[in-house]
């Protein structure tokens, strides 16, 4: 269950003292980790309301529709901090916003249209490189012809008008 506060108002100008005890001012209690989203709520969440939070991960707005949210993160991040505070952004892949997610859609649509035309491309090619292959095919088939009429030009030479004649078209005709 849940139970409200006794206070509803969280007053301004107040500290809060993260991984280091408020009495302490030694450094072995220094909080020495990573803060994402902290907020503070007036009334204690369900179970149900701290895994529906979790389960929706580090970019969600869950948070945001519980009205009992007194101290939140976007007041936080406009405070002035004290001590060694690193400031740090979620890399995009993380947790991309509208503005990445458009871009990387207009990416991925610019590199489908080049994939497209890229593989116009390389159907065309194939096209011609099969009609290449049977071209040269055809050529070879005309060379080897010619390569073998010719041969038998070069055996003709060495003959004589006498060996014609003798041939069995001309044989006994004269």
Not at 85 to 105: A, D, G, Q, R, W
Request: hydrophobic fraction near 30%.
């Amino acid at each position: 269950g849940s139970t409200t506060a006794s206070c509803s108002f969280l007053a301004l100008g107040g500290s809060i003292a993260l991984g280091n005890r408020e009495y302490s001012r030694s450094d072995s209690f220094t909080f020495g980790g990573q803060l994402y989203k902290l907020n503070l709520f007036s009334e204690e969440l369900s179970s149900s309301q701290i895994r529906e939070m979790a389960e929706a991960g580090m970019c969600s707005t869950i948070e945001e529709k519980y009205g009992t949210r007194k101290l939140k993160w976007e007041q936080i991040l406009t405070e002035q901090r004290y001590g060694n505070v690193t400031e740090f952004s979620l890399p995009m892949e993380l947790c991309p916003t509208p503005y990445h997610i458009k871009n990387l859609k207009a990416r991925l649509n610019e590199t489908e249209t080049e994939l497209e035309m890229t593989n116009r491309r390389l159907l065309d090619t194939e096209t011609k490189l099969n009609s290449t292959e049977h071209e040269l095919l055809s050529v070879s088939t005309t060379l080897n012809h010619t390569r073998s009429l010719l041969e038998d030009a070069r055996r003709l030479e060495t003959v004589s008008r006498w060996d014609v004649l003798f041939t069995s078209p001309y044989l006994n005709k004269l």
